[in-house]
Structure formats: C-alpha cells, structure tokens
C-alpha cells in the first residue's frame, strides 16, 4: 500500500492521533465543568481538532477542498460563538450566575 | 525530520493549552490557554503547507473570536464566578472515565486503519507551479465552492441579528425605568441598579 505521498513529512495518522485528542479534551470539557464559559471554549476547542483532520487529510489527499471546508468551519464557529455569547449575556442578566446547574427552571 | 519533531512538540503544547483550558478556575486564564492553543494549531497548519489557514486561523479564531470571548467575560462580572457551584458531583467521575473510553477507542480504531492518498494532484509542486497556495486556495473556494461560500455570508447575517436580538433588553419586561438620562453623568449606584 502507498500509504503516504513521498513528499508528506508527516503521517496522517499522527495528524488524527493528535485532533482525537484534542476532540476528547473538548468533550471532558463539555461534560466536566458547570460554567458556561469553559463549556463555549471546549466547543471550539473541538471544532478546532476537526479542522486539524481536514488539513490533514486535503494535504493527503492533495486536494484544497478540504482547506475550504475548514474556512466554513470557522465561519459557523464565529456564527456559534456571537449567538452563545449573546445567550450567555441574556441569562446573566435575568440569573447573575453562569453556572448550568442552576439553569434549571424548565425541570429538564 | 524536522517536521516531525516540530510536530510533536506543537502537537503536545495545543494538547497540554486544551487540558489547561478545561481545569482552570479562572475564566480568564483558561481564555488565554485557549489562545495558546490556537496558536499551535496554527503552526500545524503551516506545517501542512496550508499558509493561508494559518494566518486566518491566528487572525479570525486567536484574534476576533478571542477578542469576543474577552470582551464578554470582562463585560460580565467575573466575581461571581468564584466557585464552581456543582450539584451533580458524580457526572464528572463518570464523564472523564466515558471521555477516556472514547479517547482509547479512537486510539484501537486508528492503529488498525491505513489510509490510501486519493492523488488530487495538488502536491505542493504543482501549488508552486500554479501560482502559491493562496491562489489556488481561492480558486477551488470561488469555483467549486461558490454557492457553500455565499450561504457562510447567510449564516453570519442570521448570526449577528441573532445576537442583536438576544441581548436586546424588552422595554416591557424589566419594569425599571431609567433614574438618569442618557446625557448626564449618572451615579455608580444608578447604573449598578439598572445593570
């Protein structure tokens, strides 16, 4: 199997090693902590870690369109992080606290 | 070589500036984590050869989303974010075993899998060749991915009314109406009461 293009220096799977990482990070974060702050950076942190396979992979696959997806991605984080960021402003405003646990009115 | 070893150590820095990110008390200094960590992930970017993603990554993500992130939590009133108040202990032993689970799976299905490179073409010879890797970025952007391109520009719109939305205060809801006009000094106490 011709794995990897000669002209790689690096493998792609250490490419994926590393965005499984960092993609695990983000997700303990979401899962782990109560602020609503932390919970919004490990978001982007795990869209970070797949923008990291896509790069990987267009550079692999010698194909660009996987760099413009990740121009996409970053486009609907920024989406993401004005609308969360908004919402986090609306509920301090009404609870002065960020803390999840206590967003629990709805009895969800 | 070098790359390799380059690799390893932005590799390990993003993932020790993620670990940091997540175990701060402070928000601040877990923002500041995060930027670190963008970074790095920008110097991977452009050890892959993707140049213009690493300058977008480090202007538009480290930068202006950033910078958001900042303004919102100084804006917000960080005292009260003292202590974690958690009402479900248990959830976080049961997650950290679940996120190591998955991360140990993701581990057992990598080793095993091999990758065939499909063979686009554009190696970074034929990159060079056609003009530098910014131009052939916006080439494949504004021909192949013309319509995705316009429908980003869509989502932001509905993004930023979105936001302006939220954040607008009902004029009805609160109840509280203003004790100082909008041209003269008011006093601390005044807007403390309002805010």
Same mark, same amino acid.
């Given at each position: 199997?011709?794995?990897?293009?000669?002209?790689?220096?690096?493998?792609?799977?250490?490419?994926?090693?590393?965005?499984?990482?960092?993609?695990?990070?983000?997700?303990?974060?979401?899962?782990?902590?109560?602020?609503?702050?932390?919970?919004?950076?490990?978001?982007?942190?795990?869209?970070?870690?797949?923008?990291?396979?896509?790069?990987?992979?267009?550079?692999?696959?010698?194909?660009?369109?996987?760099?413009?997806?990740?121009?996409?991605?970053?486009?609907?984080?920024?989406?993401?992080?004005?609308?969360?960021?908004?919402?986090?402003?609306?509920?301090?405003?009404?609870?002065?606290?960020?803390?999840?646990?206590?967003?629990?009115?709805?009895?969800? | 070589?070098?790359?390799?070893?380059?690799?390893?150590?932005?590799?390990?820095?993003?993932?020790?500036?993620?670990?940091?990110?997540?175990?701060?008390?402070?928000?601040?200094?877990?923002?500041?984590?995060?930027?670190?960590?963008?970074?790095?992930?920008?110097?991977?970017?452009?050890?892959?050869? %993707?140049?213009? $993603?690493?300058?977008?990554?480090? @202007?538009?993500?480290?930068? =202006?989303?950033? +910078? /958001?992130? #900042?303004?919102? !939590?100084?804006?917000?009133?960080?005292?009260?974010?003292?202590?974690?108040?958690?009402?479900?202990?248990?959830?976080?032993?049961?997650?950290?075993?679940?996120?190591?689970?998955?991360?140990?799976?993701?581990?057992?299905?990598?080793?095993?899998?091999?990758?065939?490179?499909?063979?686009?073409?554009?190696?970074?010879?034929?990159?060079?060749?056609?003009?530098?890797?910014?131009?052939?970025? %916006?080439?494949? $952007?504004?021909?192949?991915?013309? @319509?995705?391109?316009?429908? =980003?520009?869509? +989502? /932001?719109? #509905?993004?930023? !009314?979105?936001?302006?939305?939220?954040?607008?205060?009902?004029?009805?809801?609160?109840?509280?109406?203003?004790?100082?006009?909008?041209?003269?000094?008011?006093?601390?106490?005044?807007?403390?009461?309002?805010?």
């Amino acid at each position: 199997m011709g794995a990897t293009p000669a002209d790689m220096p690096i493998p792609v799977d250490w490419y994926l090693y590393l965005s499984a990482a960092l993609f695990i990070v983000g997700a303990a974060g979401v899962l782990m902590r109560r602020n609503l702050f932390i919970i919004l950076f490990s978001l982007e942190l795990m869209m970070n870690a797949v923008n990291i396979n896509l790069v990987g992979f267009s550079r692999f696959h010698e194909n660009l369109v996987g760099q413009n997806f990740v121009l996409f991605t970053m486009a609907v984080a920024a989406a993401e992080a004005a609308v969360g960021l908004a919402i986090a402003t609306a509920l301090f405003r009404n609870r002065q606290t960020l803390m999840v646990d206590l967003f629990d009115r709805m009895k969800g | 070589m070098v790359d390799k070893i380059l690799f390893v150590i932005f590799a390990v820095l993003a993932v020790a500036g993620g670990l940091g990110t997540i175990t701060r008390k402070n928000v601040v200094h877990a923002l500041l984590l995060l930027v670190f960590t963008f970074i790095n992930i920008a110097a991977i970017f452009f050890l892959t050869q %993707a140049y213009f $993603l690493a300058v977008v990554q480090i @202007l538009v993500y480290a930068g =202006a989303i950033m +910078v /958001l992130f #900042v303004f919102v !939590v100084m804006l917000l009133n960080l005292r009260t974010f003292k202590q974690e108040e958690q009402t479900h202990r248990g959830q976080r032993w049961v997650a950290l075993v679940l996120s190591l689970l998955v991360l140990a799976e993701f581990v057992v299905v990598l080793a095993g899998i091999s990758f065939t490179s499909a063979r686009g073409g554009f190696t970074p010879e034929a990159i060079a060749t056609a003009g530098g890797s910014t131009k052939v970025f %916006a080439d494949a $952007l504004f021909n192949q991915m013309l @319509l995705p391109f316009e429908v =980003a520009s869509v +989502v /932001l719109l #509905v993004a930023m !009314v979105g936001a302006i939305i939220l954040v607008k205060r009902e004029k009805s809801a609160g109840g509280t109406t203003r004790t100082w006009e909008p041209g003269d000094q008011p006093s601390p106490e005044a807007v403390e009461e309002e805010v």
